[in-house]
């Protein structure tokens, strides 16, 4: 009898540890494997987000980087998503210089369309007009967006915002189009 004591006095104390275990390597918010996990999915909103920019559709860019911020709140975050607003306005400047307003409109629907039903009964938007409300609610939402950067760290958000100047600087036709390199997206 005293023997089946011990043995399970043993087998618990095993279980414990093994649950300790697993919570170290496991857990989503604590755990070596769990912070692996997080790191990865969210590395891919930003890798997608990159891309959405890249093909120019900004609506997904801005939803991948919504999803970072949601995921992993910091003011990278904030900052990439404040981007992904100026790189809209900067494509729509570019189309407007161009006098390219069918274009403008085609990004008007990308950024409002979501259901099949566009498809066969789509919003009429004269493009023009779209031009000026997405700049309106661009920078509106940009402004917002930097603000609560800051709030979280102001040096931090210059640092990522020199960043961002260089490569327009560097990329002064197309910066839009893709994403700071120092980022690693």
């Known amino acids: 009898m005293n023997g089946q004591r011990v043995q399970a006095l043993i087998i618990s104390k095993l279980v414990i540890v093994v649950m300790m275990i697993s919570v170290f390597f496991v857990s989503p918010q ?3 494997a769990g912070k692996r996990i997080q ?3 969210s590395s891919s909103h930003l890798h997608r987000a990159k891309l959405y920019v890249a093909a120019g559709d900004y609506r997904r860019a801005v939803e991948a980087c ?28 570019e189309l407007q210089k161009r006098d390219d307003w069918v274009k403008v409109g085609q990004v008007a629907l990308n950024l409002t369309s979501r259901k099949l039903i566009d498809i066969i009964d789509p ?4 493009p023009r007009m779209a031009r000026e409300m997405i700049h309106e609610g661009l920078r509106q939402q940009f402004d917002i967006v930097s603000a609560m950067a800051n709030r979280l760290d102001t040096k931090r958000t210059e640092k990522l915002w020199i960043q961002q100047t260089v490569w327009r600087e560097a990329h002064p036709d197309d910066w839009w189009s893709g994403v700071p390199d120092a980022w690693d997206w």
């Open 30 to 32: 604590t755990g070596f």
């Open 123 to 126: 919003p009429n938007v004269m």
């Open 66 to 93: 919504q999803q970072y911020v949601d995921e992993v709140p910091s003011v990278e975050g904030y900052v990439y998503l404040a981007y992904v607003y100026e790189a809209i306005e900067g494509y729509l400047a």
């Open 39 to 41: 790191e990865a999915i």
